[in-house]
C-alpha cells in the first residue's frame, strides 16, 4: 500500500469518524430535547392530577361537612322533641304531686 492511499484511507476514516460524532451529537440533541418534552409533559399532567385531586378532596369534605350538619340537626330536633316531652311529663308530675299533696293534706287543715 502505497503512502498515498494510506493517507486516503486514514482521511477518509476521519471523516466517517467526524460524521458518525456529528450524527451521534444530533441524535443526543434531538434525544436530550424530546427528554425535556417528556418532563414539562409530565410536570404538567402531575400538577393537573395534583388539582383534580385537591378538588375532590375538596368537594368530599365540603359533601360530608353538609351530610354531617344535616345530622347534627336531625339529632338536634330530636332532642329537642325528647326534652319537651320530658319537660311535660315533669311537668305533669309535679301537677299531679302537687294535686295529691292538696288533696292530702287538705284533710289535715
Do not use: W
Not at 39 to 54: D, I, Q, T
Not at 61 to 76: F, G, H, L, S
Request: proline fraction near 0%; glycine fraction near 0%; charged fraction near 40%.
Amino acid at each position: 500500500m502505497s503512502s498515498a492511499s494510506y493517507i486516503d484511507l486514514l482521511q477518509q476514516i476521519k471523516r466517517a469518524e467526524e460524521e458518525m460524532n456529528s450524527a451521534i451529537q444530533a441524535s443526543k440533541l434531538e434525544h436530550e430535547e424530546e427528554l425535556k418534552k417528556a418532563r414539562e409533559r409530565l410536570a404538567a399532567e402531575v400538577e393537573e392530577a395534583k388539582n383534580k385531586a385537591e378538588e375532590l378532596i375538596n368537594s368530599a369534605v365540603q359533601d360530608a361537612r353538609i351530610k354531617a350538619e344535616k345530622q347534627a340537626e336531625m339529632i338536634m330536633s330530636e332532642a329537642r322533641e325528647k326534652a319537651e316531652k320530658v319537660s311535660k311529663l315533669l311537668l305533669e308530675d309535679t301537677i299531679l304531686i302537687s294535686i295529691a299533696e292538696n288533696i292530702l293534706f287538705s284533710e289535715f287543715k
